[in-house]
């Protein structure tokens, strides 16, 4: 159908949200080496940024141990 979006509707796989965690907790990385800050707010934002839950990326920045 013309003028559709191909991928509207289209399962996101576990491999790719994982890759969307990986990629915010790396950008909140960088962020916080520059400002030597990180908020709830930050996290918040950059999950949103990246389409994933504040949760995983708060679990990703766990078992990275950049927070406890």
């Avoid at 559709?4 to 965690?21: I, T």
């Avoid at 907790?25 to 934002?45: D, F, P, Q, W, Y």
Wanted: without cysteine.
């Amino acid at each position: 159908m013309p003028g559709k979006r191909a991928n509207k509707g289209k399962f996101k796989g576990p491999g790719q949200e994982k890759a969307h965690v990986n990629m915010a907790a790396g950008n909140l990385i960088r962020a916080l080496e520059r400002t030597n800050t990180l908020t709830s707010e930050m996290i918040a934002t950059e999950a949103q940024r990246n389409h994933v839950t504040p949760e995983k990326v708060w679990q990703a920045l766990r078992e990275r141990k950049i927070i406890k």
